[in-house]
């Protein structure tokens, strides 16, 4: 028998006045696992860290066509079950999604998206979430190279990086939504042998 067995065999061995003493301290039994099924292909989540908003999550679509979805949800718990706020359009699929680092609520309630740019939304007490800004650092208008990544600065949560495939990485300014910095272009090709 492995340990987890072991474990579980020897805590199901306890007595029923055990049980019935740790049932009355500890509360009511919640599941353990939850399962959420989207409308459709989920490419990327990301929790809300907000104590105001516990159980949320936001989702982002996988559609071949031009009409991707990000859609917030969160627990209801006494249906003990993922429930949808609300869903937004987002033309391409989100290469990322993320919300405020936020943990005390200080900020307003954003959420970043990434894929041909960086999108950055607020969501509001009504289940309505507006596109804040749209954020490119592309000089050619005739080519969006999609962005792949990005990340919040946690210390900082006014200045969000980003990396894109044409090899730039930028640094943004929230604050007022302008360019901070360009620090790394890799114009070199690496090999691996």
Known sequence: MSSV???IASQNSNSSSDRNNASSTIGPKRKEIY???APWNIFSMNWSIRSDKR???AIGSFIEEYNNKVQVITLDEDK???VPLCTFPHLYPTSKIMWIPDPRSCYPDLLATS???LRVWCSHENNYVRLECLLNNNKN???CAPLTSFDWNEVDPNIIGTSSIDTTCTIWGLEVSHLHYVPIRLDVKI???
Do not use: K
């Open 141 to 143: 208008s005739d080519y």
């Open 55 to 57: 159980f949320r999550l």
């Open 5 to 7: 067995q072991n474990t």
């Open 35 to 37: 399962r959420y099924d």
């Open 115 to 117: 894929g041909d740019y």
């Open 80 to 82: 003990g079950e993922f």
């Open 191 to 193: 090999c691996f042998m």
